[in-house]
């Protein structure tokens, strides 16, 4: 299956135009830090994935969630389901449409999926231990009166 024909009816928010496919509607630059994310953190499997790990709309809101831990300037905290996917599909990922709606499913391998969510979740307790210091109510012990 070529590009087109995979990524036919793709749009921002995922597949839900009729026929074809524009590149063009998509920003390189965000589309190239999406897919550094992705070939840092995850690996493909010969199969698409039946687990949770293999959807794109699970994907895009644990990479936005590790966009936003780790202030990436490109993407900030917020990627669109159609990113996703066309970067999922840039790095040679089988691309699957679901077809119950606008989400595409991938041959994502559930343990670096696993993987990458324990990541996520180290971050958010390192980030949470950093800041639990730097807020003190009034009358709490270093809080400057």
Do not use: W
């Amino acid at each position: 299956m070529d590009k087109i024909e995979a990524l036919s009816g793709l749009t921002q928010s995922g597949f839900t135009g009729k026929v074809g496919f524009n590149p063009s509607a998509f920003k390189k630059e965000r589309i190239d830090a999406i897919r550094a994310i992705i070939r840092e953190h995850l690996r493909p499997i010969k199969n698409i994935s039946p687990y949770y790990a293999g959807r794109s709309y699970t994907l895009k809101h644990k990479i936005e969630e590790y966009a936003s831990r780790i202030n990436n300037p490109i993407l900030g905290n917020y990627i669109t389901n159609g990113e996703c996917i066309y970067a999922m599909y840039l790095e040679g990922y089988k691309v699957k449409h679901d077809p119950e709606g606008k989400n595409a499913l991938f041959n994502v391998s559930k343990k670096s999926f696993d993987e990458f969510l324990e990541l996520i979740e180290n971050q958010t307790k390192k980030s949470d231990t950093r800041l639990s210091g730097m807020y003190k109510m009034p009358g709490q012990a270093g809080h400057d009166n």
